[in-house]
């Protein structure tokens, strides 16, 4: 994915600034059993970190932390379920569960943060699947 996300932060309307942040959460990680700073498995800046004008890190751990706890994508949390939301959560959207897998991104406008963290988690549950059959084969 990093090469179209990129390409895609090259466009003002997609991130003024083109930067983005990544974060992955481990897809066995379950709130009560690790805390969501264990649960982390990867965070990744792609651009420039310099350029950055708020702590897009700390945005992107924040709904990451919201769709991992909620197993849910931040919008639709947010648009369709906000009474489950407690005060100190974020409002900001661009985290994703897609199939237990949580990906959060930051730094571009919220309907790309979204789509990036979908290409990640969709890329990321494609390895696991090829590592499942390739397994299955093996027997």
């Known amino acids: 994915m990093l090469p179209s996300i990129e390409a895609a932060l090259a466009d003002q309307a997609t991130s003024g600034l083109g930067v983005l942040h990544l974060v992955l959460v481990d897809p066995a990680a ?3 059993g690790v805390s969501f700073e264990q649960a982390i498995v990867h965070e990744q ?4 970190r310099d350029r950055w004008d708020v702590d897009y890190a700390a945005y992107a751990r924040a709904k990451a ?17 906000p009474h489950r939301l407690e005060a100190d959560e974020s409002l900001l959207w661009g985290g994703v569960c897609l199939d237990g897998i949580v990906v959060a991104a930051s730094g571009a406008v919220p309907a790309w943060d ?16 090829q590592a499942a059959e390739a397994a299955r084969g093996s027997h």
């Open 30 to 32: 379950r709130p009560g």
């Open 45 to 48: 800046t792609v651009g420039n």
């Open 65 to 81: 932390r919201l769709s991992w706890r909620h197993g849910m994508d931040s919008r639709r949390l947010q648009w369709l379920e």
């Open 114 to 129: 979204e789509a990036f963290a979908f290409g990640v988690a969709a890329c990321w549950r494609a390895l696991a699947l």
